[in-house]
């Protein structure tokens, strides 16, 4: 929750509480489709590894996605023996489908989830949600991508997890190194915002809610994992990887066209600093700055294309005319979006006519000066003319920065210094909605949906790090 404070001073976000009335603060998530061999090591393991290293209470959750072997026997058999391990069965396949489930109905603030082969070394687990449990960051995830990630594994594996995250840095700007690494982690109050706009049930599930995460001005933490891959595995590579792309293409879409509501959610947790008003220091000018100049530099270029195109088969004023309007509309656009991030539709119109207000002031410093040039020279050379026209557009260009930052768009319209909403305050419209899922109204419905868990400050210490197995001791991950 944010709090007061004078300006300057920015307020540490608040930590998880360490005990509340026997809720456990992590849930872990174990996805599995046939898995009856692996489940029990893997559960075993990891029951194990919390119990030992793990200060708080926690919960391992298995979700069965419509085994067909003896999966959920041995599930069952697990929840029966452990308090801690619990057993959901799912009739639909799919691991996006399962962990949409079990983190919507989950009642820990703070969620996770691994893969049940245990490729990546448990030591990572605390390091991934200490930042989720200390309100640092909103989501965490496991990188084998990172330089000090220790990785075993085949080239094929290796190139193609490379290749799928040169994609998306490619074509979402997506800035997390590792979409794929089966070990994440989320802090339940961002879920339930993020998890209604995730639209895939398979693989492409943590891919879309990073993206997403991301676009929506939230905290990613990386923690470099050591991780070995499973040669049993039962990952259908091809058919991931071509649901991956389809699931890219739908998403890139979906950005493009504005289509997504992630105004509403730009920065709706924790405290930015870009969000609180500082005296004496101008919100994002040098960002602003920069992405003013770099459209500046594409527009002038694309409006000396233009004015030399029309100036084949008319006169300077009217060429310069024409160019100066068509580079005016696409410069409004895209100062409008790069330069002071404005999203979705709304305003659009308001702004393109002021924008074309401030054309016209552009259109008269550079037609007074070309008026100018004639009235000197008489004829003078097309150089010159361009010459006088990029001067002329030099003083246009500072005019127009000053106008769009104060008129066109001003603070109001990006809202950098406005106080952004509180964990508590944000309620999603899903919630509401008559498509809520059927959990929300069971009589055994999880009491945060009334009431989030207040944040209080942990005192304990936490235990020292265990020493690493020696060789002849069982290790952690298979």
């Known amino acids: 929750m944010r709090t007061d404070s004078s300006p300057g001073t920015l307020p540490a976000r608040e930590h998880l509480p360490a005990a509340g009335a026997g809720t456990p603060v992590l849930d872990v ?28 209470a926690f919960r391992i959750t298995i979700a069965d996605n419509a085994s067909t072997d003896g999966t959920p026997h041995v599930a069952g058999r697990l929840a029966e023996r452990f308090p801690e391990v619990r057993s959901v069965r799912l009739e639909q396949k799919g691991r996006g489908r399962a962990l ?20 990546t070394d448990l030591n990572a687990l605390l390091p991934l949600v200490a930042p989720l449990i200390s309100g640092h960051s909103d989501l965490a995830i496991g990188s084998r991508l990172s330089r000090s990630s220790r990785v075993v594994r085949g080239a094929k594996r290796e190139f193609i997890s490379r290749s799928y995250n040169l994609i998306l840095r490619g ?18 109050d961002v879920a339930q915002v993020l998890l209604p706009l995730v639209e895939d049930s398979g693989w492409f599930f943590d891919t879309e809610l990073l993206v997403l995460s991301e676009r929506a001005g939230l ?18 590579i091809v058919k991931t990887a071509t649901d991956d792309l389809k699931g890219v293409w739908r998403v890139g879409r979906a ?55 029309f100036r084949t088969f008319t006169g300077s004023q009217v060429a310069n005319g024409l160019a100066l309007l068509v580079s005016a509309v696409a410069n409004t656009a895209a100062n409008r979006r790069l330069t002071f ?14 924008g074309l207000v401030v054309f016209g002031i552009g259109l ?69 909605s008559p498509a809520a899922p059927d959990w929300q109204n069971s009589p055994a419905a999880p009491a945060w949906q009334d009431a989030t868990l207040p944040l209080q400050s942990v005192r304990s210490p936490l235990p020292t790090r265990p020493s690493r197995p020696s060789d002849s001791e069982p290790r952690d991950f298979r």
């Open 341 to 354: 991030g404005v999203r979705g539709s709304g305003g659009a119109v308001r702004h393109q006519a002021q």
């Open 29 to 56: 998530v174990i996805p599995v489709y046939n898995e009856e061999k692996d489940l029990k090591p893997c559960v075993r393991g990891l029951h194990e590894h919390l119990t030992r290293t793990f200060p708080y």
């Open 171 to 188: 074509s979402l700007q997506a800035r997390f190194s590792d979409a794929q690494c089966g070990f994440k982690a989320i802090r339940r």
């Open 255 to 309: 950005l493009a066209t504005g289509s997504l509501p992630l105004d509403r959610l730009a920065r709706p947790f924790g405290d930015d600093p870009r969000d609180r008003t500082i005296e004496d220091v101008p919100q994002g000018l040098a960002r602003q700055l920069v992405g003013f100049c770099v459209v500046g530099v594409l527009s002038t270029l694309f409006y000396l294309l233009l004015y030399s195109g």
């Open 100 to 119: 949409r489930t079990v983190w919507s109905a989950s009642d820990a603030p703070v969620l996770a989830y691994m893969d049940v082969d245990l490729s």
């Open 364 to 432: 008269a410093l550079t037609s007074g000066s070309l008026a100018a040039l004639n009235a000197a020279a008489g004829d003078p050379a097309h150089s010159t003319e361009l010459a006088v026209l990029i001067a002329a557009n030099l003083a246009a260009t500072v005019l127009r920065f000053l106008l769009f930052r104060a008129w066109v768009f001003p603070d109001r319209d990006r809202s950098p210094g406005t106080t952004a909403p509180s964990r508590q305050d944000v309620t999603p419209d899903w919630q509401n």
């Open 219 to 236: 905290r990613i933490h990386e923690v470099p994992v050591d991780w070995v891959d499973d040669p049993d595995s039962t990952v259908h």
